[in-house]
């Protein structure tokens, strides 16, 4: 079955820390996202690839930074952890061209103290 | 950004009942997708439909496009409880050669036995 893993399913950072958040898929997507889903916002694109070693910003890419060394890999950065950054997080893929659906793995439901 | 708006923000059945969820967009689309997510998951895909499409079925899911309203309907019928979730639309909005999707804020369906 395809697959879309991210490495935490919860994840309890200090203020101030550097956090990684990782997304591995095997589905040999060229397309990857970043999304933060918080309660009554719905989900907001933070960064997204279309290739390795590409990377563009989404809706809310401030206080975030990504990478993608490898084509299944996309991690999502917090440079300097704060409380605002609290959420769940979400990766997700897709193929190219883009006809079909997304595949998002499970979540990493993230609190800053 | 642009997001998709879904209709209405909640939604109670009862089991055998069908359901109809609606989304409106604003601007000119490529495709519509349906996704529904359980209580703390990831999103799972449900159903595509194209902007040259009118009607799709997957199941007992039903979904309408109409383009020149800029509305669509997610019709699930014969209710379970297994139904109970939040459902979200996305739109994916022509940005030249790729494409990115854009999520409502997503309705909560609970369907009671």
């Known amino acids: 079955d395809v697959k879309v893993t991210q490495s935490s399913r919860y994840l309890v950072k200090r203020t101030g820390e550097k956090v990684f958040l990782e997304c591995v898929q095997d589905m040999d997507h060229e397309n990857m996202f970043w999304y933060r889903q918080d309660p009554g916002l719905g989900l907001r694109l933070i960064y997204f690839?279309?290739?390795?070693?590409?990377?563009e910003k989404g809706d809310i890419p401030e206080g975030y930074s990504v990478s993608r060394e490898k084509k299944e890999r996309f991690s999502l950065i917090l440079e300097s952890a704060s409380t605002n950054q609290t959420s769940m997080y979400l990766c997700?893929?897709?193929?190219?061209?883009?006809?079909?659906?997304?595949?998002f793995g499970s979540g990493t439901r993230l609190t800053v103290v | 950004s642009q997001q998709g708006e879904e209709d209405p923000q909640a939604l109670s059945i009862q089991e055998g009942e069908n359901a109809t969820m609606n989304c409106s967009y604003k601007?000119?689309?490529?495709?519509l997708q349906w996704y529904r997510q359980n209580s703390g998951r990831g999103l799972v895909h449900l159903i595509l439909i194209r902007s040259n499409e009118r009607e799709k079925h997957s199941g007992r899911l039903r979904v309408t496009l109409d383009t020149s309203k800029k509305s669509s309907s997610l019709l699930i019928t014969a209710s379970r409880a297994a139904d109970t979730a939040s459902y979200f639309c996305a739109t994916d909005y022509l940005t030249g050669a790729n494409s990115k999707l854009t999520f409502g804020k997503g309705i909560t369906l609970s369907v009671r036995p």
């Open positions: 690839s279309y290739d390795v070693k590409m990377k």
């Open positions: 997700a893929s897709s193929s190219h061209p883009f006809n079909y659906g997304y595949t």
């Open positions: 601007t000119s689309i490529n495709n």
